[in-house]
């Protein structure tokens, strides 16, 4: 087990290196996690809002039948039936009880929902915290790798004018495609590191 263990260390320290020195990939992963647990609560207020109407539902049926019942106490009374009376007295009782507790069931469900969408909105303010870092990263990071190549980039304009490139928009035609070629590239490296 020692083995695994140390490779297992290693990997994670090499994947945070990785991550310390690409902070728009680990930025990314935070960004998608924060949209899985968005869509988790906006699931949970769903389904607890299905259960706020359904016990709303219950509560106004059980109010309905209390009145019926309480409509045959003054029934039973007026036509001398005591031992009737006292039968829908108990029965409506009852209903009361079980009114009261889908009452505190249904407050219970709201305070959930309450609960759910102040998460769903730190959710969301934490995404566009990620989102302002994750766009500040990239600026960094482009504002590296352009002075990385400041010294390629002096030759450019010889070899522009040299291949009939000279329109002075040239090197901003391939800057899409060569993002592209980037985030592919590190993600292969990410792979060859899990792999090695």
């Known amino acids: 087990m020692g083995l695994l263990d140390d490779l297992t260390k290693f990997l994670e320290t090499r994947l945070d290196e990785f ?3 690409n902070p728009h990939l680990e930025l990314q992963a935070l960004e998608e996690q924060l949209k899985e647990e968005e869509k988790e609560a906006i699931r949970l207020v ?17 109010a309905e039948d209390v009145k019926l019942w309480h409509h045959r106490i003054d029934k039973a009374r007026a036509g001398n039936r005591e031992d009737l009376a006292q039968a829908a007295q108990e029965k409506e009782a009852s209903l009361l009880r079980l009114g009261n507790q889908r009452w505190g069931q249904m407050k219970a469900v709201q305070e959930k929902i309450q609960k759910a969408r102040e998460l769903i909105e730190e959710v969301r303010k934490r995404q566009k915290e990620v989102k302002a870092k994750a766009r500040a990263a990239q600026a960094n990071q482009q504002a590296t790798n ?22 002075g928009q040239s090197k901003y035609a391939f800057d899409d495609l060569e993002e592209k070629f980037r985030n592919w590239e590190v993600e292969e490296e990410l792979k060859q590191m899990k792999e090695h």
């Open 146 to 167: 352009s002075n990385v190549t400041s010294g390629w980039n002096a030759g450019e304009s010889y070899y522009n004018q040299g291949f009939g490139y000279g329109t």
């Open 46 to 62: 769903l389904d607890l809002q299905k259960q706020e109407k359904k016990l709303e539902n219950e509560i106004l049926a059980i």
């Open 19 to 21: 991550l310390k020195n």
